[in-house]
């Protein structure tokens, strides 16, 4: 069975700090890879993706994530916070099969202090 | 830029009352999935579809709760008779069809119908 582990469920950085969210899954299979912004009472928002090839992958708004498969991790990084990025932060992974199922962490709420 | 369309944005209701949720998906996409997500957790998948074909319904609470894609475009979520613990957000999400791993496993979500019961 696969599942998602979010190390943290509150996060607080300063404004201009860097901003590390952690996941870690379990898979028996490769895994996709996903995070998913959501803010306050809307849906989620794809941040970025891990599918194959490189592992270091670039999201939108400044974010990326490495695929470490040895740590079974894929750490969410952004060198410098920005006071729009505090919201919920969701890790998830898909087997990538045509069910394309996501199994999703509990989340992690980043919050920017100026 | 293609929406999933999902309504109403913000419903409350009594215990022992029926709820319908409308999700509208992003034209063209045959898989589409209905969410719950209760507040402090990550959404957990109820059911999908593809096309106007349950694939997945394993966590479904039957005894309460129905979904149904007719034509395989919009769907329907009905809650009957509505219990204080299903107060939650609900997400719909849809995904292009696909058969190999590739960028259509991405899935798009709307906004979501947070449900109070009261």
């Known amino acids: 069975a696969q599942s998602v582990t979010q190390l943290g469920s509150h996060v607080s950085v300063s404004e201009g700090a860097l901003v590390l969210l952690r996941c870690n899954y379990s898979?028996?299979?490769?895994?996709?890879l996903f995070w998913y912004v959501q803010y306050p009472n809307q849906g989620l928002q794809l941040l970025l993706k891990?599918?194959?090839?490189?592992?270091l992958v670039k999201g939108i708004n400044g974010f990326e994530a490495e695929f470490k498969k040895s740590e079974t991790s894929f750490h969410l990084t952004k060198p410098s916070a920005h006071m729009s990025d505090a919201a919920e932060y969701f890790c998830a992974v898909s087997k990538g099969s045509n069910t394309g199922k996501l199994i999703f962490g509990q989340g992690t709420t980043l919050q920017v202090k100026p | 830029e293609a929406e999933v369309a999902q309504s109403p944005r913000y419903k409350i209701t009594e215990k022992s009352q029926a709820v319908a949720f409308w999700c509208d998906p992003i034209s063209g996409h045959a898989t589409l999935y209905w969410y719950r997500q209760i507040l402090g957790q990550g959404p957990e998948l109820l059911v999908q579809?593809?096309?106007?074909?349950?694939?997945?319904d394993s966590q479904l609470p039957k005894d309460r709760f129905s979904a149904e894609r007719l034509k395989g475009v919009d769907s329907t979520l009905k809650i009957q008779p509505a219990e204080l613990g299903d107060s939650a957000m609900y997400l719909c999400a849809s995904r292009p069809s696909g058969t190999t791993r590739s960028s259509t496993d991405t899935q798009y979500f709307g906004p979501g119908t947070r449900l109070t019961v009261l």
């Open positions: 891990y599918t194959t090839g490189a592992t």
């Open positions: 579809f593809q096309d106007e074909s349950v694939v997945d």
């Open positions: 898979s028996s299979v490769p895994p996709y």
